[in-house]
């Protein structure tokens, strides 16, 4: 039989996490979703992850998680990153940083779920390998028992992201893009099987820029007055994907959009 997947994108500060946490609370049973999977890079204040965040996540619901980069933000997650086994550092960073290049989740229906993450190197910082050669390493090392693989390419360009899903096709059940904070439109399943999406965009405020404030982000871009980001509160959503895999063949069969509106209680 099928299963569920839900993919959500970059966790954007508070109202992020308690948007996550209602979908999931909702969603999960109504779906039958055999693991969550979300982007948490942002959910401290909008960059970061700390401790006691990362367990809150896990609280709510979710079973894996990948961050971006800015991972080491908050200097006080890297012991989790070194032991917890749900969470994954993207691969081609320096093989000195801490933090496991993947995770494997074992569901309650028993299927084994391997995840794992990369950066992207087109307009983004340079300290990251080649993607590509990493995702390769990587696929080399997950055990050929499990058959169930995503992965999440955190990255801005578009173009690096496309070619990245056709690099995995037929190599893992979903490639789906984070970072940009914005969802595309072009979920499909790719002829080898791999449900594929160019960015989940935000779980968090949208009324803002990114997740941020728009008033402050205009008083920068507008006035060049430098100024704290604080994170946005309104038109909460958990934007991601559910996509159905056969566990057998770890095939993508089908993948959806998902736009989840948050309101607060
Ligand atoms: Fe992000
Ligand atoms: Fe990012």
Redesign the pocket.
């Known amino acids: 039989m099928a299963m569920n997947i839900l993919c959500a994108g ?1 966790v954007v500060g508070t109202p992020g996490r308690l948007a996550i946490a209602d979908a999931l609370k909702t969603i999960v049973p109504d779906r039958n979703i055999a693991c969550a999977i979300v982007n948490a ?1 942002n959910v401290s204040s909008g960059s970061g992850i700390t401790p006691p965040l990362y367990e809150k996540l896990i609280k709510s619901g979710v079973n894996l998680m990948t961050l ?3 991972i080491y933000r908050r200097r006080e997650i890297i012991a989790t990153l070194e032991t917890s086994p749900q969470v994954v550092r993207p691969a081609n960073l320096p093989s000195t940083a801490p933090g496991r290049e993947f995770a494997i989740y074992e569901t309650e229906g028993g299927v084994s779920v391997a995840v794992f993450a990369l950066l992207g190197r087109l307009f983004m910082k340079p300290q990251a390998d080649c993607p590509f050669k990493a995702a390769d390493r990587v696929l080399a090392k997950i055990p050929g028992e499990v058959k169930v693989i995503v992965c999440d390419m ?1 990255a801005e360009a578009t173009s690096e992201k496309i070619a990245m899903g056709w690099h995995l096709d037929g190599r893992v059940s979903i490639m789906f893009g984070t ?1 940009t904070h914005v969802s595309t439109a072009d979920e499909r399943v790719l002829p080898g099987g791999t449900g594929y999406i160019t960015d989940l965009g935000m779980t968090g405020p949208h009324e803002g820029v990114l997740g941020r404030d728009k008033s402050r982000v205009l008083q920068a871009m507008v006035h060049a007055i430098p100024t704290r980001f604080d994170v946005a509160t309104d038109d909460v959503l958990t934007c991601g994907i559910i996509a159905e895999v056969d566990p057998h063949s770890g095939r993508c069969l089908h993948i959806e959009r998902l736009r989840w509106p948050y309101h607060a209680p």
Do not use: A, W
């Open positions: 970059d890079e971006g980069d800015h955190h970072h």
